[in-house]
């Protein structure tokens, strides 16, 4: 165990994507001193979290928290599996790389929702400040589908780099471009200046070097881990806050947590920052004595604090897809994932050679952002509209988040859904009263998918005792809200409206060939019986804590200060009020990188 100090200016829990973010900045003071308490190990070394095509590999590890829904009514009872990283890095040593924006819209509501100073116009140059793009010649532009651009993207300079991986020559991502353009639905800019309605070829959170994963660990916290104000300790499970009860307001003082089956104790003299993850955090919060009170009665937790709004408004995105067989010539990793060996082999000798092949990508190449009623005949409209009406929600949070979701869900103008592709056949579950084959499918596949990007269902995180090693409870309550799935059958079926699209038709057999045969979707409720039976988390959670006024429900407020408390901040995706558009993943580090930023301010720190 490392040299500790008793105290410390600030004491991170968590040293997932947004700790380090926090830790690495609050750190560029020299008169600071941080220290940053992560469960997980540091696995910077492991060629899983390195190698890119090995993402999924770590599903179900000791990388993995490894949580599981409880049934889910909406999805005919299945339980959800949803990934979260336990390790230095936390999610971004584990995801699945892909680095797109939010859309504009979606961060100027979290505005709009009572968060000053929180629109995109403030939070656009903190994407800038986290990432870099890479240099792209004019032959690859055209390659890649980005010819055209009006405004490209050159202020951003960030510790993660990121690429556009895999073979510039695979026709996938020029055929998506071509098509949307087709249809006067292409991005005019670069993604992360202005994103709006249209598609793009999406980053991916790669080197374009060492074609190594960039993620947190190794772009922000490597750098910098020899400072001599900064100290991270590993395989530390931070097991509650601990507070000054006799001031007033109270005060939070420093955390207990555990290492090596020893309990310690650490003193916090500026701020403790919670960073624990979306599902972490109001764990955290509850085990400490600040939630709804009877949730901690029952548990025998001494109530701190009576915040019923602690581990609600939980947001996840569902994706579920269509898989089409490919012409020949089109390479796709369904050999990877049948795991022939010959596959294999061929992608590590490529990878360990040149850093080439199908082991340097994951496979998602292309996003769109389009209108949700994209596609929507008018009677479709209508009936959308009216399920708005008849499912007026009681509180306020709720009405809050409805009036949004309305405004951008009807819009024609508002990008509020996304799709993307996949070069290979996804492993959604497929439907029991269709013949089918078991495990992966022989031949070669395209996916096209949809995220349901503004989620109405709202589901729960909770500690389901006083245990802290103990698993919460979660609960997403996928597509409780009916409008949901109205809006995500229209998606499912807009998906064979662009695979019959030129030129991306040309890259499917003709007539199209269907992974799945449930996904052959003649109507809407061919499409609701496929979206209950095969779609799955995104992975994208957020809003447990939530950054809202106090009368909407709020958590904290716009400093990421909890309410009545002081010296304690949540900087993760649980604070994030709204979930992004599509992948998660640069808006937690636009997220962290501003609130470093305000934390910093506070202080009046370097």
Known sequence: MATLLRSYDFVVVGGGTAGLVVATRLSEDPSQNVLVLEAGMDLSDDPRVKTPGFCFSLIGT???????????????????????????????????????????????????????????????????????????????????????????????????????????????????????????????????????????????????????????????????????????????????????????????????????????????????IVAAGVLHSPKLLELSGIGNADLLKRHGITVIMDVPEVGENLQDHLTCGIGYEAVEGIETLDGLIRQEPEAIEKALKEYATSQSGLFATVGFGSYAFLPATQGFLAKDRGTLEELFHTQRPQSTQAKAYQDISEKALISPSQPSAAYFSFNAQSSLPMQPDFKYPSGPTPGSFLTIGAILSHPLSRGSVHIGSDDASATPIVDPGYLSNPIDMEVFAHQMLYIDTIATSSPIKDLLKQPLRRLDPASHLVDLDAARKYVRGSSISNWHLAGTCAMLPRDKGGVVDDKLRLYGVENLRIVDASAIPLVSTANLQSTVYAFAERSADLIKEAYGLQ
């Open 62 to 272: 000791e990388a993995d928290w490894g949580f599981h829904t409880p049934s889910q009514s909406g999805l005919n009872g299945r339980q959800i599996v949803i990934p979260q990283g336990k390790a230095l890095g936390g999610s971004s040593a584990i995801n699945a790389h892909v680095f797109v924006p939010p859309a504009r819209s979606l961060i100027d509501a979290w505005q709009s929702l009572g968060n000053e100073d929180w629109g995109w116009d403030s939070l656009q140059k903190y994407f800038a400040r986290a990432y870099t793009p890479p240099p792209v010649s004019n032959v690859d532009e055209k390659r890649l589908g980005l010819e055209g651009y009006q405004i490209p993207n050159n202020s951003a300079n960030g510790p993660i780099q990121t690429s556009f991986p895999g073979d510039f020559s695979h026709p996938i991502r020029l055929a998506w471009a071509e098509t949307f353009k087709s249809k006067g639905l292409y991005m005019e800019n670069d993604p992360f200046v202005n994103p709006a309605i249209g598609a793009y070829s999406c980053l991916a959170s790669i080197d374009p070097v060492s074609k190594e994963r960039s993620y947190a660990a190794s772009a922000y916290y490597n750098p910098v881990k020899d400072r001599e104000n900064l100290t991270v300790l590993t395989s530390s499970l931070v097991e509650k806050v601990l507070f000054d009860t006799r001031s007033s307001p109270i005060k939070a003082t420093g955390v207990q947590y555990r290492h090596n089956n020893e309990v310690y104790t650490v003193v916090a003299t500026k701020e403790v």
